[in-house]
């Protein structure tokens, strides 16, 4: 649990019990927030672009890569510019909603 760093003093008025089980971490800046946060993963290219999951659980990562943006970025990888498929990750998409 992220807290923050100003509350910590206030730790001592929560019940042990309570906290036993959890991890707080306090902070003072958003760096350490999304640090915290927000967990990467390894992709297999440079430059990954357009993250969506698909499959029918949802359960497969399709990444786009910039090969040659035009101007900065050119990437030296045979795989740059395809679309690429990164199966195995412990969370799924989310399905989109039906709006009316």
Request: charged content about 20%.
């Amino acid at each position: 649990m992220l807290i923050p760093e100003e509350n910590v003093k206030d730790l001592q008025d929560i019940p042990e019990n309570a906290k036993s089980n959890l991890e707080i971490v306090p902070v003072r800046w958003i760096d350490r927030v999304l640090e915290v946060a927000l967990e990467s993963i390894p992709v297999p290219l440079p430059y990954p672009s357009c993250p969506a999951f698909g499959g029918p659980d949802l359960d497969i990562l399709y990444l786009t890569s910039i090969a040659n943006s035009g101007h900065r970025i050119i990437a030296n990888h045979p795989d740059a510019g395809r679309i690429t498929a990164i199966r195995g990750l412990d969370a799924p998409g989310i399905a989109e909603g039906i709006y009316r």
